[in-house]
T-cell receptor
Framework: AQKITQTQPGMFVQEKEAVTLDCTYDTSDPSYGLFWYKQPSSGEMIFLIYQGSYDQQNATEGRYSLNFQKARKSANLVISASQLGDSAMYFCAMRLNYGGSQGNLIFGKGTKLSVKP | EPEVTQTPSHQVTQMGQEVILRCVPISNHLYFYWYRQILGQKVEFLVSFYNNEISEKSEIFDDQFSVERPDGSNFTLKIRSTKLEDSAMYFC?????????????FGPGTRLTVT
């Protein structure tokens, strides 16, 4: 069964430091996409970064990078130079691409990141 | 930048009442989704919709739930007889293509409170 695991319920990081949020996934499908979303206290879901299963390079988007280790089935999010506005819930999600599927997202339980001044 | 919109932002209803949550997906998107997030828990898939019919649904999406695209822009989720456990944030999402490489764009959510 497809599954996303985020083992860190909460993380603290000092402002301006880097932080890694862990995500492991489980699927036997060869074609999938991995996503990270940020959910601030206001509740909306903000797309951060995407990694495809066939991508050779790790994805980067500004201060966000995805450390994709396919053999380990991990897709950790790295936030560099943390800012107070980064305090939020972060969700890792997977989207499959198998026959007949319309690609719904499977989410992990999330990690609550708190950035300390 | 185009965005998914949802109305209302917050709905309070009494147990047993019907509610309709509304979404306007991004105009050139073809795939539509509803997700639910009970407070403090993870986001769960409810249903996907393509070509005017349900493509997939989860075990949460029972006979009390229905979806509709009544016109070319709106996408609605109806809960026929609400229960206390339906209290959650409901997110609508849309995607240009159904493949895994394409991002799903989420709306801001509707917080449903059933009393």
């Amino acid at each position: 069964a497809q599954k996303i695991t985020q083992t860190q319920p909460g993380m603290f990081v000092q402002e301006k430091e880097a932080v890694t949020l862990d995500c492991t996934y489980d699927t036997s499908d060869p074609s999938y996409g991995l996503f990270w979303y940020k959910q601030p206290s206001s509740g909306e879901m903000i797309f951060l970064i995407y990694q495809g299963s066939y991508d050779q390079q790790n994805a980067t988007e500004g201060r966000y990078s995805l450390n994709f280790q396919k053999a380990r089935k991990s897709a950790n999010l790295v936030i560099s130079a943390s800012q107070l506005g980064d305090s939020a819930m972060y969700f890792c999600a997977m989207r499959l691409n198998y026959g007949g599927s319309q690609g719904n997202l499977i989410f992990g339980k999330g990690t609550k990141l708190s950035v300390k001044p | 930048e185009p965005e998914v919109t949802q109305t209302p932002s917050h709905q309070v209803t009494q147990m047993g009442q019907e509610v309709i949550l509304r979404c306007v997906p991004i105009s050139n998107h073809l795939y539509f989704y509803w997700y639910r997030q009970i407070l403090g828990q993870k986001v769960e898939f409810l249903v996907s919709f393509y070509n005017n019919e349900i493509s997939e649904k989860s075990e949460i999406f029972d006979d009390q739930f229905s979806v509709e695209r009544p016109d070319g822009s709106n996408f609605t989720l109806k809960i026929r007889s609400t229960k206390l456990e339906d209290s959650a944030m409901y997110f609508c999402a849309s995607s240009e293509v159904g493949e895994s490489t394409y991002e799903q764009y989420f709306g801001p959510g509707t917080r449903l409170t059933v009393t």
